[in-house]
């Protein structure tokens, strides 16, 4: 495997997996009386925003799933802490954010990135013949 085809060490797959560890040893905290953990699933939006990062660091600063991400993440954290109705008057900014995005996309096109698929069966490397005696494995009538 050479340099290119590396794959990159932050991926969804790692930060999905680095929550649910963190998920599990703060309820274990909880459970056994040294932290409250519940406090802290106020802060859910930051698994948004590290999703968010791992797909702009894949795919690059104008990819579009990275900022579908982190846009749902502002929202989780306008709607966990702002003042309410806040996210009511200012939903439209996250519009003009998704219109600058595909403005920029279509200024600057990104490059296709190779999806990881699976590989089609290799050819065979000598001619296969169905005429008796030029396989010795094969069985003679």
Known sequence: MNDQ???PIFSTKLVLGLGVIAVGLIMVL???HLYDGWRLFNWW???LVAFGIAHLL???ILSTGGHIWLGLAVAGFIQQFGPWGLLDRWWPIFVVWGGLLL???A???QPKRVKRGKTPP???QSPDSCDPGTDPHQVQP
Request: no cysteine; hydrophobic share 30%.
């Open 5 to 7: 085809e590396r794959r």
């Open 30 to 32: 909880d459970n056994l």
């Open 45 to 47: 939006p930051v698994f």
């Open 58 to 60: 894949r795919d690059g």
């Open 103 to 105: 403005t920029l996309r």
């Open 107 to 109: 200024i600057f096109p």
């Open 122 to 124: 290799p050819s065979p």
